[in-house]
Nanobody, 118 residues
């Protein structure tokens, strides 16, 4: 019954910024973001814990990306600054009741393309 919709992807120059949104229609616990570049395995990016509000990030995005949530709107955001070409990927919103989130977590959005040009 959980439905996730990602928005905010697009094309941006290196050094630019994008803000991704994940709108949740059903009850979720922990929400995060994964990404998958062409020919690569799906990779964890960031997550936020529903109970504690603790956040986690993969090392390559620390200091550049910020995950946040608006509980009233059932929306989780990923603010991406200082984007680099190797950030190019399809970004997926994911949700589940286990912590930490893993690639086998329960629910997934359809993905939004982020392309960072050199």
């Amino acid at each position: 019954q959980v439905h996730l919709v990602e928005t905010g992807g697009g094309l941006v120059q290196a050094g630019g910024s994008l803000r991704l949104s994940c709108a949740e229609s059903g009850r979720t616990w922990h929400v995060g973001w994964f990404r998958q570049a062409p020919g690569k395995e799906r990779e964890f990016v960031a997550a936020i814990n529903w109970i504690t509000a603790r956040t986690s990030y993969t090392d390559s995005v620390k200091g550049r990306f910020t995950i946040s949530r608006d509980n009233a709107r059932n929306t989780v955001y990923l603010q991406m600054n200082s984007l680099r070409p190797d950030d190019t990927a399809v970004y997926y919103c994911a949700a589940g009741q286990s912590w930490p989130l893993v690639v086998t977590t329960n629910y997934w959005g359809q993905g939004t393309q982020v392309t960072v040009s050199s």
